[in-house]
């Protein structure tokens, strides 16, 4: 079975630009999340999804936004790209029956 | 607010048993989790707790006081490959019913021969 996905892998941006990463959960998986890990710090919450509605915001600004679609996948946007963006954003789903989120491999963001 | 707190790095011989503390202070539990890093790669599932009390997984053990704010992770048999960062997270609810995953910075381990 495939696990999460994400696209793309690595992305280079410079300041002021947009950018938009992409998940796909494992199928079944009706909750997704996403997570900013900057460089030597534990992941921090962005965004939960669940049924394409949001569920849960973290401290983050409104330059972030994100959705779901109806298979489940979802967009994470961020505008206005600013160098301290540069991080690990990861994407973790989960099933109805499980407490364990399963991370997928990330994007690596660097903007410069 | 939410606080987790963990060693920034710590160091351990092959074979040997090492224990990462946790001590976490958050509005609100749903239970713990612990997650193995390697650098440039996800975070893996290692183990949840929800009530008190040791949980065994081969090589891999955890342990829960919600009374005292404090988990540890407990690797025996240390191979090289366990030279990783070991994620504490606590699953708290939030106002829309759901529940969300703070985690801590992480402890770099590395495992010299």
């Known amino acids: 079975d495939a696990g999460v996905t994400q696209s793309p892998t690595h992305l280079i941006k410079t300041r002021g630009q947009h950018v938009t990463l992409r998940c796909s959960p494992i199928?079944?998986?009706?909750?997704v999340s996403w997570y900013q890990q900057v460089l030597g710090q534990g992941p921090q919450f962005i965004f939960q999804?669940?049924?394409?509605?949001?569920?849960g915001r973290g401290n983050f600004p409104d330059r972030f936004s994100a959705r779901q679609f109806p298979n489940y996948s979802s967009e994470l946007n961020v505008n206005a790209l600013l160098l301290g963006d540069s991080a690990l954003y990861l994407c973790?789903?989960?099933?109805?029956?499980?407490?364990?989120?399963?991370f997928g491999p990330g994007t690596r963001l660097t903007v410069t | 607010g939410q606080n987790i707190d963990q060693p920034t790095e710590m160091t351990a011989t092959e074979g040997a048993i090492v224990q990462i503390n946790c001590t976490y202070q958050t509005s609100g539990f749903n239970g713990l989790f612990w997650y193995q890093q390697h650098a440039g790669e996800a975070p893996t599932f290692l183990s949840y707790?929800?009530?008190?009390g040791l949980e065994e997984k081969g090589r891999f053990s955890s342990f829960l006081s919600r009374s005292k704010g404090y988990s540890y992770l407990l690797l025996k048999e240390l191979q090289m490959k366990d030279s990783a960062s070991y994620l504490c997270?606590?699953?708290?609810?939030?106002?829309?019913?759901?529940?969300?995953?703070?985690f801590g910075k992480g402890t770099m381990l590395l495992v010299s021969p």
């Open positions: 997270a606590v699953r708290s609810p939030r106002s829309s019913g759901y529940s969300t995953l703070t």
């Open positions: 999804y669940y049924e394409k509605e949001e569920r």
């Open positions: 199928s079944g998986h009706k909750s």
């Open positions: 707790n929800v009530l008190d």
């Open positions: 973790a789903s989960r099933g109805a029956d499980t407490y364990e989120q399963y």
